[in-house]
């Protein structure tokens, strides 16, 4: 099973944007390990977290337009995948693809391929949708800080409910009166949708607080909120 893996930015950096080591140890400890075992991870994409978004803010207040704030966040994205490459150490392709094409390219070599922000207008959660896509991945998982997609807001909203099965047209209505700009695409940005529809995806959402969550997805679990067509 070919499985693409994204990492929410908020999983390895805490809210005033300090790295939080220990998950970059035990998320690249825990992808060697399911490598050993056979289990195909060609790609990881890593989100940018609160250091991209305190760089957004600056550059926004300076006056730069978003896509200019977009490209600085971009470049968060990528420290936090060069990270990971210093993590996995020998196991990983040693620099961070900047296109699509260069992912693919890096992927064909064998090794994990580490990847951040690509382009403007977009979320890394697009870029993993693109390289799932691309890659022809069975699966794809976001591992972020919530368990799952819920009906509101679960950290602003204590009556949100969990979802167990979602549609595109659902997070679509869910997300519907949230903007979209540089640092803010919270959930599913258009493009990620518009992909993960277009190819059907199979593709989860669950909490990264335990790496191990990712074998239980693999293994058929009903955790997490799984995106149906
Ligand atoms: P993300 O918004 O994807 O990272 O990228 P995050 O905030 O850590 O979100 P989660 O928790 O992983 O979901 C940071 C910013 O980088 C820019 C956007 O401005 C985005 O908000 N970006 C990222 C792009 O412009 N293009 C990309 O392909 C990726």
């Known amino acids: 099973m070919k499985v693409v893996l994204k990492i929410g930015g908020s999983l390895i950096q805490d809210e005033s944007g300090n790295i939080i080591l220990e998950r970059f140890a035990e998320y690249a400890k825990t992808i060697l390990k399911l490598r ?25 207040k300076l006056g730069a337009p978003e896509s200019l704030c977009d490209e600085i966040g971009i470049r968060a994205t990528q420290l936090n995948a060069q990270l990971m490459v210093g993590a996995l150490d ?6 961070i693809p900047e296109t699509l094409q260069e992912v693919a390219g ?8 580490v990847v951040g922000g690509l382009q403007p207008g977009q979320s890394t959660n697009a870029v993993a949708a693109l ?3 691309r890659i022809k991945a069975d699966i794809l998982i976001n591992v972020t800080d919530v368990d799952g997609v819920y009906t509101k ?13 979602i549609t595109i047209k659902e997070i679509q209505e869910i997300i519907s009166e949230k903007g979209f700009s540089a640092g803010k695409y919270e959930l599913f940005d258009p493009v990620a949708l518009k992909i993960l529809e277009r190819s059907k995806i199979p593709a989860w959402i ?3 607080e335990d790496p191990q969550n ?15 067509y």
Request: charged share 30%.
């Open 106 to 113: 890096a992927v064909a070599t064998g090794k994990i391929v």
């Open 131 to 133: 390289v799932a896509e």
């Open 206 to 208: 669950i909490s990264g």
């Open 153 to 165: 807001d679960p950290k602003k909203d204590p009556n949100a409910k969990k979802i167990d099965k």
């Open 90 to 95: 020998r196991e990983a392709y040693p620099t």
């Open 214 to 228: 990712i074998l239980k997805v693999v293994a058929g679990e009903n955790i997490g909120t799984r995106i149906v």
């Open 36 to 60: 050993k075992e056979n289990m195909d991870i060609p790609a990881i994409i890593l989100g940018g977290g609160k250091i991209a978004r305190k760089y957004i803010e600056a550059a926004r």
